[in-house]
């Protein structure tokens, strides 16, 4: 049982004034984050503008605006690795990111990633859903993305419970959530 309802645990004002603390560095880091992301690319099989899709495709497939792309980009780092010892797993990547391109270029004049808005770029996405392309990358995301520690926060999740007895007695039946009626 929680004693302590961590909705109540910080005022509006110490959240605005944390806020305003970290905007400039916020800002620096994403603009470095940015750069960093196309540098990465650069070291393995799949080009930088074929990995740049993918993180897009990322979010797209899994939108989540409170996320930075630094988690979207670790989630989609080890198709990179996959790539360079499966010769197969490069040529579905590439021709997926090139099929999305093509429609992409078809329907809106741009690649994907130009693409301006997430409700084209879904429409995008349906089109290759069928696909081994669609299938695969989005059934390891759900694991490439949301097994990042550093998110579990930000979901409210608090890690496994075996080791500290199981959720019975951590929660499981905690429904503060539920209005009073």
């Known amino acids: 049982m929680r004693t302590v309802d961590p909705r109540n645990r910080y005022s509006r004002r110490f959240l605005l004034k944390g806020m305003a603390a970290g905007l400039p ?8 984050e940015l750069s960093v992301s196309d540098a990465w690319a650069e070291d393995g099989p799949l080009s930088p503008p074929t990995m740049k899709t993918l993180v897009k495709v990322a979010r ?4 989540h605006d409170f996320l930075g792309d630094v988690y979207y980009v670790n989630a989609i780092k080890p198709w990179n690795g996959k790539a360079a010892s499966d010769p197969a797993i490069k040529t579905m990547l590439e021709d997926g990111v090139r099929r999305l391109d093509a429609d ?5 004049g741009v ?3 130009d693409v301006g808005w997430e409700e084209q770029r879904v429409k995008l996405l349906e089109g290759v ?11 390891d995301l759900v694991v490439s993305l949301y097994n990042q520690h550093e ?25 503060d959530w539920l209005p009073k009626t």
Do not use: C, M
């Open 129 to 139: 859903e069928k696909t081994d392309f669609f299938k695969k990358l989005r059934s």
């Open 111 to 113: 690649p994907y990633v």
């Open 25 to 32: 560095a916020a800002a620096i880091a994403s603009s470095a």
């Open 60 to 63: 797209d497939i899994y939108p």
């Open 151 to 175: 998110l579990w926060k930000k979901f409210g999740y608090e890690g496994p419970s075996a080791d500290k007895g199981g959720y019975i007695n951590r929660g499981f039946n905690d429904i």
């Open 104 to 108: 992409a270029q078809k329907g809106h």
